[in-house]
């Protein structure tokens, strides 16, 4: 079955600089790959979708990379804030749709 | 509605109660998708539905755990003779269509306790 791995430690960083989260899954071959954010007591909140013939995609302060030789994707939040403390979640979904496998999440803590 | 609704959003039972979960999707959609968040652990597909139909049962974890969908719109979430390893956010999500490369949008969940 397939086996989506995030950073297991959490991250904390200074205020201001860049957080990298990583992404890697075994076992599946995605066609899309999706970032979420999760604060506590929250459903998460979709963030940006990536497809397996993209090799980054950026929105804002937010970048992702996609690499489905490594089977890895890097979500990068740059100038990071405190408001972007969050737990963030990668999720994979087939070409066929209708079921999304999520990673069991990064915390980020930004230190003010 | 503006959001996906879920009911109740906190639910304490005891165990070998059944319980039911309600939730209500963004108007329009017709995909609707349950899944379950234990303490600190990624989300555990459960269920989707197409629909009123669900095509693919087997992330139900046992036979006590059923769902259905009526009128494409609200679907409930059945838990029968509840445990304790149920405790958990019960997480639904509905999206446009079932179609591939799309945002699914999720409630804030139902948080139940089972003592």
């Known amino acids: 079955s397939q086996k989506i791995e995030q950073n297991s430690e959490a991250l904390n960083i200074q205020e201001g600089k860049t957080a990298t989260l990583t992404c890697n899954y075994t076992n599946y071959s995605p066609a899309y790959l999706q970032w979420y954010r999760q604060d506590p007591g929250r459903g998460p909140v979709f963030l940006l979708l990536i497809r397996e013939n993209e090799k980054e995609k950026r929105k804002e302060r937010l970048k992702v990379t996609f690499d489905t030789t490594l089977k890895q994707s890097l979500f990068h939040i740059t100038a990071s804030q405190p408001a972007d403390s969050a737990t963030y979640l990668c999720a994979l979904e087939s070409n066929t749709g209708n079921q999304f496998y999520f990673g069991t999440g990064t915390s980020l803590t930004v230190i003010p | 509605g503006a959001g996906v609704s879920q009911s109740p959003s906190n639910k304490v039972t005891e165990k070998g109660k059944d319980v039911e979960l309600r939730c209500d999707p963004i108007s329009g959609h017709t995909a609707l998708y349950w899944y379950r968040q234990s303490l600190g652990q990624g989300l555990e597909f459960l269920i989707y539905?197409?629909?009123?139909?669900?095509?693919?049962k087997s992330g139900l974890p046992s036979d006590r755990f059923s769902a259905e969908r009526t009128g494409g719109s609200v679907s409930t979430l059945t838990i029968q003779r509840t445990q304790q390893e149920d405790s958990a956010v019960y997480l639904c999500?509905?999206?446009?269509?079932?179609?591939?490369?799309?945002?699914?949008?999720f409630g804030e969940g139902s948080w139940l306790t089972v003592v």
């Open positions: 999500a509905s999206s446009l269509t079932w179609t591939a490369g799309g945002t699914i949008y």
């Open positions: 539905f197409q629909g009123n139909s669900a095509p693919d």
